[in-house]
Every structure is written in C-alpha cells, then in structure tokens.
C-alpha cells in the first residue's frame, strides 16, 4: 500500500503543488538493475512466506545461537543495551533482511546482476524516490531503515546482522533523516519539477 501527500498552496491545480509526501507498508522491497533501473522481480511483501524454512535454520544454527551468547554476556559485562538487544536476535517473516538473503540467492536475474555489481535494494520508499528522480537517488530514511532487520538502531547504519547474513552493504540505499531533502522529481511525472 502506497499513499502520496501532496500539498497545495491554491485549490488543486497541478502547477501549484508545493510538495510530495510518501507513506508506505515498509516491509516491502524490490531489487533492480543499477544501470537500468529495471525491476528484477515483483514487490515481495510481509506476507511472502518463500523464505520460511530459512528463516527457521537461521535461527536455530550455531551462529546465531553463538552471536545471542555473545551478545548476551558482553549485555552483562557492560549492560550495554545495544548487546541486550543482540542477546534476543531472532528472524521474523515480516522482516526484510530473510526475505532478501532468499532473493539474493533464489532468483537468477537477481544473482547475475549482483555478480556484475549491477544490483541495488530498497524498500519502496526507496523505489519511488529512486524513479521519481530518475535515479539520481538511492536512499531510505530512518523509520524504513528499521523495518528491514538489520538495520543498528543504534550505530544509526547498516548493522552487524547484514554483515553476519552476507548481504552486500553495496546494494543497499544510503540511511537519512526523515527530514532530508528527498530532491526533485522528474519533470515529466507532473510536467514541471516537485520538491
């Protein structure tokens, strides 16, 4: 589901929007080609279940059992919230971080455009910011970041999940606030550039 809030300074007419808000189910992705900005596959959303029997190996091997240990006694040692929330880890469905591990593996045009480094991820807040500025930018912001699952809260980056789940930090969006400036959009999606 995908809402889009526009704002007008006068009564709807085209040329006096001022501004694009997006609003979206943020456990959705999608990969693409980097040169193109062709889509590789459909949207995959919460709901898609093909990497449930990954998710239950994921979290029953020895490295995640291991990296919960860890986590749970530098927790004790330092009391450090950040190892708290390690000590918990746990891969749900809804989260991202699976599903694309699945995709990334699962899907051939997926596979072949990661080995030509010509693939690029995002939830699809990043996928209408990408195509709305014609590919100038590849971002997410904060609170799309999170739904993802390997995402630091608090490093504010891409965290040690992605590293420990081999997911190329170089096809992931660059993190930014929820106030950044999101740029412009192409002149041919409204015949005049929005901000």
Known sequence: MVHFIIFFRCKNRFSEI????ISTQRASFITWQKDTGKYLHNFITWKDLRALKLIKEINSSWLTTVVRWIAYSAYLISRNRKYGMGSK??????????RLLWVLTNIPGVKEALEKDNLLFGT??????????????????????????FFDP?????????????????????????????GVTRE????????
């Open 188 to 195: 041919e999606f409204l015949e005049f550039p929005l901000q």
């Open 124 to 149: 699809l807040d990043t996928w209408l910011i990408y195509k709305l500025t014609g590919g100038k930018l590849h971002v997410t912001d904060i609170s799309n970041a999170s739904a993802t699952g």
């Open 18 to 21: 001022k501004s694009l808000g």
């Open 89 to 98: 880890l746990r891969f749900a469905s809804n989260h991202v971080s699976i």
């Open 154 to 182: 608090f490093d504010l980056d891409w965290g040690i999940v992605a590293k420990l789940l081999k997911i190329p930090l170089n096809i992931l969006p660059k993190v930014v606030d929820n106030d950044y400036n999101f």
